[in-house]
């Protein structure tokens, strides 16, 4: 597995994790359903995978600046924006559009309405108390659109404190990825005393930048890598791994289980051990070790590169499918509906997103040629 395959697993896994957490949601506002314990795995991570979106797009952020593609000049700079804004902004905009007239056409739109379905900035209610939940997959969106737009000043920044470091290595990263970790960590640490924490730690620019500005970091780091044998970077990889996996299931609803301490451990300490981890696997497997010559390993590498690129919309669509499932879904049994919600809310969401993916890359392709 290299680099890019890690990157792409772990969009799968993300995906993954939003969606069962928001079926148990879902299937909650609309027919009551009281999940099991044992479904609690699946419940809460789907923080997890904002989490690692955040930390996977500050690594691509990266890329696109010390991969190459786009200069620290100005017309690099609008350049990377204007791409943003295709590969981004536009396919955003499509969903919320066809949202507001195929699924909330009793919805009122306002001037308010119209800079939030511009701006992304759409948390699924209005001023009004009007819900609609399928707009508000747009939040993460903005977040990280305005985390894009602040890419080069993060660039401008951290070339400054290469220029002042005479031979710096991969410590220097090291250190600057601690601060990052701390100040993450300090902030969510007043939030917990001060403020709300989903408006003011999990959907907030401040909560979210530490987790993207580490993953520009991890990017950084591959240039100066240390030089470390390859058995061992294969050991550090497994271990590696087994850590994230095992943070990924260590995310379940804690605060039922041990209230209130669980709940105070998911929402403030796990941030920073997502950050700590994850960026930990993508510097690891940026060194080069060779080819996989496991088959199964190739076939699950194979099957999670065909699902990633329909990741995205899948993301945006889910929700609005599953609760257009879950109301027109009729049975006896509570535990029959929830999980036919489920698997039907999985074939109609991929086969949305493969149309939409496909009318998304025909606009971008289009807009992109006449640039």
């Not at 952020?61 to 902004?89: E, H, P």
């Not at 066809?98 to 739109?109: A, P, R, S």
């Not at 997502?274 to 690891?284: G, M």
């Not at 609760?323 to 036919?340: C, G, P, Q, W």
């Amino acid at each position: 597995m290299n680099n890019s395959s890690c990157i792409n697993v772990l969009k799968v896994i993300a995906t993954a994790m939003v969606f069962f957490c928001h079926s148990n949601i879902v299937c909650q506002e609309t027919f009551n359903y009281e999940v099991h314990d044992w479904y609690r795995l699946f419940v809460t991570p789907a923080w997890g995978g904002v989490w690692i979106f955040l930390i996977i797009s500050g690594y691509l952020a990266a890329f696109s600046f010390y991969g190459g593609k786009y200069d620290l000049t100005l017309g690099g700079v609008i350049n990377y924006y204007k791409g943003r804004i295709v590969k981004i902004l536009i396919p955003t905009w499509v969903f919320i559009t066809l949202e507001l007239f195929l699924i909330y056409q009793n919805k009122m739109i306002g001037l308010g309405e119209v800079v939030s379905i511009l701006t992304c900035a759409n948390y699924g209610w209005d001023s009004d108390g009007i819900s609609c939940p399928g707009v508000g997959a747009s939040w993460y969106v903005f977040f990280v659109m305005c985390l894009y737009i602040l890419t080069p000043l993060f660039i401008v920044l951290l070339n400054r404190l290469e220029s002042l470091i005479k031979d710096y290595d991969f410590r220097f990263y090291l250190v600057i990825l601690g601060a990052v970790v701390f100040l993450g960590a300090f902030y969510r640490i007043v939030t917990f005393f001060y403020l709300d924490w989903y408006r003011w730690t999990y959907a907030n620019l401040l909560g979210c930048m530490d987790l993207f500005v580490a993953g520009l970091i991890s990017f950084r780091m591959n240039h100066c890598l240390p030089n470390i044998s390859i058995k061992l970077i294969k050991k550090l990889r497994y271990c590696a791994t087994l850590l994230c996996s095992f943070l990924i299931v260590a995310c379940l609803d804690f605060g039922s289980f041990f209230p209130p301490y669980g709940t105070l451990l998911y929402m403030y300490i796990w941030p920073s051990a997502y950050l700590i981890l994850f960026c930990s696997l993508l510097v690891l497997f940026a060194y080069k070790t060779g080819i996989v010559k496991s088959s199964f390993s190739n076939k699950i590498l194979g099957f999670t590169n065909i699902l990633v690129p329909y990741s995205f919309a899948f993301y945006l669509w889910h929700s609005s499918v599953l609760m257009y499932v879950a109301n027109h879904v009729k049975l006896v049994n509570d535990d029959s509906r929830f999980l036919v919600t489920i698997l039907v809310g999985i074939l109609v969401t991929s086969y949305i997103s493969i149309l939409m993916t496909k009318m998304n890359n025909g606009i971008i392709s289009s807009l992109l040629k006449s640039r």
